[in-house]
């Protein structure tokens, strides 16, 4: 099976002079649950407009399931849904009119529209808004109703472009939970956001791109495994004045009933319980002090940044 | 690229889509869309053609009234069609919804002809509206059916691409009423709608005749009356001449993403 996207030395200047990709080379295999991260401004809504033919590339070429987007755009276009990163739709509309008429544009008769439009809204929790005008819809519904548009005409590859920002944390969820079970029937997804959480717990691989190029393609378990080290913050169900000194982690009191602990990857969490026992310290919770995806993200963008500041 | 057997219906459905939406769109709030142009042409009725047509006689050998009949339904044609495209696709442009469009498998020529179809829509709606108010006031006995709906159609959808282009350029809710201000109403009144162009000097004849609006007024006029300053041929050729060119216009903007694409 051809992969769900292949770009090959994509190249996007901007009239004025900005090159926002500098030769992008990206894969995505089919079926794939993908994230594409990157720090603002580093190429990543170019690269989504190229795609989805909101961009006008300056070079290269973009192949989806096999369609070259040059030689047949419709085809890759009836391939691709896409959930933009912005608002995108008449305001004056009713919810379910915005998904029916956008089924409309695919070519589905309006019948078969209403019938998918009604699955989609049921599956989105937006079935008993859809007859309400999209400007008095919250935030939250209106990121439901663009997945809900996108879906319509039952693309092969989804493209989320930050599909949870300003969501609460329960719509988040159940849109991860929706997201994943669209992965687990075959439809390949691609999503960039700033929740770098949402990559780690959503995505099997990974792009980041940085000033137009990408910086690293793997898988993020691969990505995670290059964490050398790892902080945990601990609550503890006493009180602990004076750090005991245990081998081979790094404690910082954080205050009385707080502990953090640095420890690299030769250690286990199993081997941390035991030596804080061993000192009769007992945990009520634990949590990673920062996101792990976030941490080697931020590392990676950093020396990318240290290698240009030192390019000649 | 190759057409299967099922793409022309796809073409269908999307472009029946648009057109409903337009439709859709002008019906909704038919206060602002079908009614000021009633309105304004019932005045036009009022005062040229009963009180001030009464003493000027008649025109072009009919009756004031009857003579300024076509030039105001065209007029309200004219005016409707132009400004439902024009709104309609900026509005879309200002609020990103054309994206919607734009990311759909939908080739150009079907989007540019869904929105000229929304624009011939209203001009009619309007033009026939205009039409039962000009019964109102006179007796309008159609010359050539044929010709009347041709002309009508034409001129719609002439005035629907010159909306689209200017939309296509437009950077602001502004930019959208500095044609129909300074480009359409001066053509519109110069286009022998109030007068026959036989009462101009020749240097002002040879003028007129670089007006399109003129070709497509007496082309109506014959449809309605049987009676014209321009030969028939000419004005449906001068017509299909500017579709033509509009619309190639129109597609290669669409096609190089002008206004739309970055």
Known sequence: ?312 | MTRGAGTWPRYWVTFATIVGKEFRRFTRIWVQTVLPSVITTTLYFLIFGELIGGRIGPMGGLPYLDFIVPGLVLMAVITNAYSNVVSSFYSSKFSRYVEELLVSPAPNWIILAGYVAGGVARGLTVGATVMLVAMLFTRIEVHSPAVTLLVLCMTAVLFSLGGFINAIYANSFDDISIVPTFVLTPLTYLGGVFYSIDLLPGFWQAVSLANPVLYMVNGFRYGLHGVTDIPLGWAFGIILAFIVGLSWFSLSLLRRGVGIKS
């Open chain 1, 1 to 312: 099976m051809p992969p769900a996207l292949a770009v090959t030395a994509l190249v996007k200047t901007y009239r004025g002079g900005l090159q926002a990709l500098k030769g992008v080379d990206l894969r995505v295999d089919a079926g794939d649950f993908f994230a594409l991260l990157g720090p603002n401004g580093a190429g990543k809504s170019t690269l989504i407009g190229i795609i989805a033919s909101l961009v006008t590339k300056t070079s290269g070429q973009v192949r989806v399931f096999g369609h070259d987007l040059d030689l047949d755009p419709e085809a890759v276009k009836s391939c691709i849904g896409l959930v933009p990163q912005e608002f995108n739709f008449n305001l004056f509309l009713p919810a379910g009119e915005v998904v029916v008429n956008q089924a409309g544009y695919y070519g589905i008769p309006r019948r078969e529209a209403r019938v998918r439009a009604e699955r989609y809204l049921r599956q989105l929790d937006l079935w008993e808004r859809r007859d309400t005008e999209m400007r008095r819809l919250s935030g939250g519904m209106k990121r439901r109703l663009m997945i809900a548009r996108a879906l319509v005409h039952e693309p092969r590859l989804l493209i989320l472009d930050e599909p949870t920002a300003g969501v609460d944390i329960e719509i988040r969820r159940s849109m991860w939970a929706f997201l994943k079970e669209l992965n687990a029937q075959g439809t390949t997804i691609i999503l960039t956001t700033h929740y770098l959480e949402e990559a780690e717990s959503l995505c099997r691989n990974i792009a980041i791109i940085n000033d137009g190029e990408i910086a690293e393609r793997t898988s993020i378990a691969a990505l995670l495994g290059r964490l050398h080290t790892e902080t945990f913050v601990l609550n503890l169900k006493g009180r602990v004045t004076e750090l005991p000194q245990l081998g081979g982690f790094v404690l910082n009191h954080v205050d009385d009933c707080t502990l953090e602990v640095e420890m690299n990857r030769e250690h286990t969490i199993n081997g941390l319980f035991d030596a804080l026992s061993r000192n009769g310290i007992e945990v009520l919770s634990l949590r990673n002090k920062q996101n792990r995806l976030e941490r080697l993200f931020l590392d990676m963008v950093d020396q990318n940044q240290a290698d240009a500041r030192g390019a000649p």
